[in-house]
């Protein structure tokens, strides 16, 4: 037998991609993990797991597509339309965030921007601004499901970060400025997880009963509680970020938002049943200050404004603060 | 948030990784993720099960990591433990050897029922033969780097990717007359 005829047809027969964000996904559940194993929670559906499959919101799409359509054809989404949280209106919202999520180009834009390319940079950027204007354009003109809205308006938040991010790479490949266009497609790679998790807690965002929330936010409660990290952020000890010190302030936000993350995207995909949405917006409100806190910290640091940093640090101890009294207000009920 | 970009090599994020550093692991494993996610297909058939494996698989590796010799290879150490995080999945699902599965990206082929009669046959070869056609053919792994992941000679690298070649060459063969 020929062997590239082997080749060929087990290419034929088996020839697939992971599911977009899945590395991503893993590199999140790696860092919210620690060093000594610990077993899976028994709830089957972590939304490290779910998060990965991209496949399989597809599919259920393809099912809501009908439904969403027709209600799309039906009464539009019309701007600024009174919220709904009934599933034709949740599927309809889903249905705007995939087909806004499958135009963000595939390929990384690391790809395309590095070195001195500033043309085949350009380029790639020019297709890249206009997909994050419209998605940005999407998420200001339809108002989200209740559920969904805390996200939505982080989303607002990053996605705006990101399309300026992108407008920097522009304008340094334009002036062929390798040191600036390297610096500024790092911040944009820095941002893309935020952007895909979240667009993927939503996409598979279901309610679910009592306990399996409460179960949800127990575990995010205790992985944040055990980041060392995010409590030296949290904590009242000086931080000192200038100089060489950078870094490890660098490496503090960063372990800090990976844990904030997951726990944003956990109560969107596990989503609260409807006798503790009361619960869960103040938690998801907390929260998204205390993201907000970060993405203040980050940029504060990026210009080494030591004051900006404290000020968000402060920003963030209180929201973590509130947090803590969340999360105790949704276990006992 | 803005970013500071830390050029650490891959000595620097093993280091990191055994202090229990997560974001290094990850960043060490990353080159290798696709890879990782194909032969894990390739073995479980199911692009659920495959993603899931690399992810206990990395979990594996990462408390295993003080096992990697000072100099070695990355990937074969990595693909070998996914390798044997499939063969405990398959284990534990002695079902899924007769699921019948419709295959992701079939849109992209040409030969359907070829494909999927090509997966049936890989279904039917034993884990370890599944594995070595799966890093020749599929993954396109020299015969050395094949004998490193499964810890044995490049002779015997060859002589196992004959002999599992041998029990699929009759369905290839029924295909190639059909097609």
């Known amino acids: 037998m020929e062997e590239r005829t082997l080749f060929d047809r087990i290419h034929q027969a088996l020839d697939v991609e992971p599911g977009p964000g899945a590395y991503e996904q893993l590199r999140i559940a790696l860092a919210k993990r620690p060093v000594k194993p610990q077993r899976w929670p028994a709830f089957p559906m972590r939304w490290s797991k779910m998060g990965l499959r991209l496949a399989a919101v597809a599919t259920v799409l393809v099912l809501a597509i009908a439904a969403g359509a027709a209600y799309l054809a039906a009464h539009g989404v019309a701007d600024r339309a009174t919220p709904a949280d009934s599933e034709h209106a949740i599927a309809a919202y889903k249905l705007l965030l995939y087909n806004d999520y499958i135009e963000i180009p595939a390929a990384p834009i690391e790809g395309a921007c590095f070195g001195n390319q500033f043309a085949a940079c350009e380029a790639d950027v020019s297709l890249r601004i206009p997909v994050a204007n419209q998605i940005q354009n999407d998420l200001i003109r339809f108002q989200p499901p209740a559920r969904f809205a805390i996200a939505v308006a982080q989303m607002r938040r990053h996605n705006a970060l990101q399309i300026a991010r992108l407008n920097a790479v522009l304008v340094a490949s334009r002036a062929l400025d390798a040191a600036a266009m390297s610096r500024s497609v790092a911040a944009v790679v820095s941002g893309r997880p935020w952007m895909d998790a979240m667009f993927n807690s939503i996409l598979s965002s279901q309610q679910v009963t009592v306990a399996t929330y409460i179960r949800s936010v127990s575990n995010e409660k205790r992985n944040l509680d055990q980041c060392v990290q995010c409590q030296d952020l949290a904590g009242q000890s000086r931080i000192s970020c200038t100089g060489s010190q950078v870094a490890s302030c660098q490496a503090l936000l960063e372990s800090t938002a990976v844990q904030i993350l997951s726990f944003q995207t956990a109560v969107v995909l596990i989503a609260a049943p409807s006798s503790l949405a009361v619960q869960d917006n103040w938690l998801q409100l907390d929260l998204a200050v205390a993201d907000t806190a970060l993405l203040t910290m980050g940029e504060a640091l990026s210009t080494g404004d030591q004051a900006g940093f404290n000020a968000g640090r402060v920003s963030l101890q209180q929201a973590i603060a509130a947090v803590n009294v969340d999360v105790p207000d949704i276990l006992n009920g | ?179």
Not at chain 2, 12 to 24: N, S
Not at chain 2, 108 to 117: K, T, Y
Not at chain 2, 134 to 139: A, E, H, K, P, Q
Not at chain 2, 148 to 177: C, M
């Open chain 2, 1 to 179: 948030m803005a970013q500071v970009i830390f050029v650490q090599t891959e000595a620097d994020l093993i280091a990191a990784a055994r202090q229990g550093d997560g974001l290094a692991f990850a960043e060490l494993i990353r080159p290798e993720y696709r890879v990782a996610f194909r032969v894990a297909y390739g073995l479980l058939h199911n692009f659920d099960e495959a993603e899931d494996a690399v992810q206990e698989a990395a979990f594996n590796a990462w408390r295993r990591l003080g096992n990697l010799r000072q100099g070695a290879s990355l990937r074969p150490w990595f693909l070998a433990i996914v390798a044997n995080q499939c063969r405990t999945v398959r284990r534990s699902k002695w079902w899924s050897v007769l699921k019948a599965e419709s295959p992701e990206g079939e849109g992209q082929s040409v030969d359907f029922a070829g494909a999927v009669d090509l997966r049936r046959a890989l279904l039917r070869l034993s884990h370890d033969e599944r594995l070595i056609v799966v890093l020749r053919y599929y993954i396109d792994m020299p015969f050395e780097e094949i004998a490193i992941t499964l810890g044995i000679s490049t002779g015997a690298a060859r002589t196992r990717v004959r002999r599992a070649v041998q029990r699929l060459r009759p369905i290839i063969q029924i295909q190639g007359a059909a097609g």
